[in-house]
C-alpha cells in the first residue's frame, strides 16, 4: 500500500484547508484509515480515523467539531477537511493505513504535508 498526501499549506488562523491521501496498491487488505500530525518537538499524535468498512469516524479532542474526515471508496482517496484553523495546528500531517492480518497489525504511512497556521 502506498500513501501520497497533498494540500498542506501556509493559512491564517480561522482559515479551512483540505488534505487528500491517494492510496494505492493493495488498498482493499486496509482496515482502518488515518490522519496522525507532528508538530515540531512533540510526538505524532491522532488526528481522526476511519474505518474502511463503515462505521463512525474517531476524532481526537483538540480536533473535534473543526475537522472532518471523509473516504472516496471509488477513487481511494481519503481527506481532511479542516475548519477553523488554530495556530496549533500547525503540524507535519501523515496518512495512514492499518491492515490486521488475523494478530499481525500492519501500518502504512504517507511521507507527509506540512500545514503551517499563523496568528
Known amino acids: 500500500v502506498q500513501l501520497v498526501e497533498s494540500g498542506g499549506g501556509l493559512v491564517q488562523a480561522g482559515d479551512s484547508l483540505r488534505l487528500s491521501c491517494v492510496a494505492s496498491g493493495s488498498t482493499f487488505r486496509l482496515n482502518a484509515m488515518n490522519w496522525y500530525r507532528q508538530a515540531p518537538g512533540k510526538q505524532r499524535e491522532f488526528v481522526a480515523g476511519?474505518?474502511?468498512?463503515?462505521?463512525?469516524?474517531n476524532f481526537a479532542d483538540p480536533v473535534k467539531g473543526r475537522f472532518t474526515i471523509s473516504r472516496s471508496n471509488v477513487n481511494n482517496i481519503l481527506y481532511l477537511e479542516m475548519n477553523s484553523l488554530k495556530p496549533e495546528d500547525t503540524a507535519v500531517y501523515y496518512c495512514?493505513?492499518?491492515?490486521?492480518?488475523?494478530?499481525?497489525?500492519?501500518?502504512?504511512w504517507g511521507q507527509g504535508t506540512q500545514v503551517t497556521v499563523s496568528s
Open positions: 495512514n493505513g492499518l491492515e490486521q492480518d488475523g494478530t499481525v497489525l500492519y501500518a502504512y
Open positions: 476511519i474505518p474502511t468498512g463503515g462505521g463512525s469516524a
